[in-house]
């Protein structure tokens, strides 16, 4: 790889180092060409070197010999030769062993300054490759997949393979973006061309598979690790047993368990002990759940133990076991973070004691947790439902003074607190103050503000906001327009009511069983029983599931109309639906 990088960056700096080369191997062959020549005839270096370009192709000896016989003839007609022949062959040797050392001691130190020059190319290359993997690495920590594999492809083809553990962060992105054909096609890859696939790789194509909750081939990839020589570790194990618990397939996972680990599978595992222990808490299986807690009872015991435990308790409504093990939690040195503080409030909210839960509330501001969206939202709701929708707002203003914006829920909450209690203004002033924090208003927004008018018993705001709603893009749904045509049959317009049942329909909103529960209440009050029988009619044909509302409205109305054969029908009729 060095090599194609030196020749594909820097060819101009080889050619010019194997061009000097060249020539000074032909100046070592002309010197020494002279001076064998110089030995063996007279004839000037001048005249040789003008021969030399005629013998060129001929090599060095033979430059010499090409002048052999004029060498002859010149020594015979000038009649000398050398007085020391031992001699002088004895000094030209050790010219040409001086001149040889030089040119070699020449080329070792260009081959050296080649070498050095090539390490310090292959120094920049590792430290180029470097700096981008670390890229790659952070671009996919920040959910820049798409960014982070372009890159590594121009990385692949300038320096060569990045590392596995590149190769990991590149897999776990597009796993968690849901590119699980890419990710799998980058694990073929490296097991082609490397670096070869690890635990890790597979842990993260599983991963990716149970996300997009298709555990049968996140079970699939896990199969194929043993035959591709990656033993699965506890962290295999961790993932599949999570999303088999999650799923409630507690028994399955305990076998998946005994296959990865073997005879070490009953040795206490933190991790997958909770996990398995948060499962059965889930499933109803508490029993199983308070066994596996006392099997960690060997083991030093963390805070998300402790928290999936008191989450048991507090699905099971048990607040004294609850409230017992947070305390067991402080004894043991961990402090109750925002998620055991949030299970309190929330079991305390659904027991309808929200003094406590407020109480819990100020112990966790004084313990330093502060509170998140979760905390404000299930307090709020509890408030609202318990009717204290006063303090409800308070804890709004809360969530707004800590910079927490809440969500169209919890500011719909309260506007449909106020309207339980009539307080119109203040229902409206919530709104207003939403708008103002610039969440918009919702569907439920507009519903809750027209229960609340309706309730006020002014119809015509409550159709006003149902124009608005238009205005504002947002399109009424099915309890609008029950609300709506409840209001009117109230009042005895039927024909408002008849009427908004045909805006209902144009909208393309399906009229369900309470929209025409509606409907036939007032024609039974009404006495009109012949569009009383056609709505039922059309609530049969619909196919909308009835209950028990529309059947009673009518053999009501009908034993006071003494018609007892339309009675015994109707509950005949009712009986039958009741058993399907």
């Not at 008849?498 to 929209?515: F, K, S």
């Amino acid at each position: 790889m060095n090599l194609q990088m030196l020749v594909s960056s820097e060819s101009h700096f080889l050619v010019r180092v194997l061009n000097g080369t060249f020539q000074i191997l032909d100046s070592i062959k002309d010197r020494i060409g002279l001076v064998v020549s110089d030995f063996f005839s007279s004839i000037p270096s001048s005249e040789l070197l003008n021969a030399r370009f005629v013998c060129r192709n001929g090599g060095i000896m033979q430059s010499a010999i090409c002048h052999k016989p004029k060498t002859k003839d010149s020594l015979s007609e000038r009649n000398e030769l050398p007085p020391n022949p031992d001699g002088d062959m004895g000094a030209v040797f050790n010219v040409l062993d001086s001149m040889l050392k030089d040119m070699l001691d020449r080329l070792k130190s260009m081959r050296e300054e080649t070498i050095r020059t090539c390490v310090g190319f292959d120094s920049i290359s590792k430290k180029n490759l470097h700096i981008d993997e670390q890229f790659i690495r952070e671009l996919c920590m920040e959910g820049k997949v798409g960014t982070a594999f372009s890159l590594c492809s121009k990385v692949m083809h300038k320096y060569g393979t990045p590392s596995i553990y590149t190769h990991n962060y590149l897999i776990n992105g597009l796993c968690e973006t849901g590119n699980l054909d890419k990710a799998l096609w980058i694990v073929e890859e490296m097991k082609c061309r490397g670096p070869s696939p690890s635990c890790a790789t597979y842990n993260a194509l599983i991963k990716g598979y149970i996300l997009m909750n298709n555990i049968d081939k996140a079970l699939e990839i896990f199969s194929t690790m043993d035959s591709n020589g990656i033993t699965p570790n506890r962290v295999s194990c961790n993932i599949l047993v999570d999303a088999l618990c999650k799923k409630g397939f507690i028994r399955q996972s305990k076998k998946l368990l005994k296959m990865i680990l073997g005879d070490k599978h009953d040795d206490p595992s933190l991790i997958t002990s909770t996990i398995i222990m948060d499962g059965c808490f889930k499933h109803g299986d508490s029993s199983q759940a308070l066994a596996t807690w006392e099997r960690l009872r060997s083991i030093p015991i963390d805070r998300i133990t402790y928290n999936v435990i008191i989450n048991g308790y507090c699905l099971k409504r048990d607040k004294i076991m609850a409230l017992s093990y947070t305390c067991q939690m402080l004894k043991t040195g961990f402090m109750p973070d925002i998620f055991s503080y949030n299970m309190l409030i929330g079991l305390l909210s659904k027991e309808r004691q929200m003094d406590e839960a407020c109480y819990i509330f100020s112990v966790m501001t004084r313990m330093g947790v502060r509170p998140d969206r979760i905390t404000y939202k299930i307090i709020i709701q509890g408030l609202c439902m318990s009717g204290d929708v006063a303090k409800a707002n308070y804890f709004l203003c809360c969530m707004l003074e800590n910079s927490i914006i809440p969500e169209p829920l919890i500011w719909n909450v309260i506007i449909h607190g106020y309207g339980k209690l009539g307080n119109v203004h203040r229902a409206e002033d919530v709104r207003s103050q939403m708008v103002a924090s610039g969440v918009l208003p919702n569907v439920f927004t507009y519903n809750a503000l027209i229960y609340t008018h309706i309730n006020d018993q002014n119809f015509i705001k409550a159709y006003s906001m149902k124009r608005e709603m238009l205005l504002h893009g947002v399109f009424p749904d099915a309890v609008t327009f029950n609300m709506l045509i409840g209001a009117a049959c109230s009042v005895g317009d039927i024909d408002f009511a008849l009427r908004l049942h045909g805006d209902m329909l144009r909208m393309g909103c399906e009229p369900d069983a309470i929209t025409y529960t509606e409907l036939l209440r007032y024609c039974c009050i009404s006495y009109k029983m012949k569009e009383a029988d056609w709505l039922f009619d059309r609530i049969r044909s619909s196919g909308i599931r009835l209950d028990h509302v529309p059947f009673l409205l009518l053999m009501k109305r009908y034993w006071g109309m003494r018609e007892l054969d339309k009675v015994y029908v109707l509950y005949q009729e009712w009986l039958m639906i009741k058993d399907i």
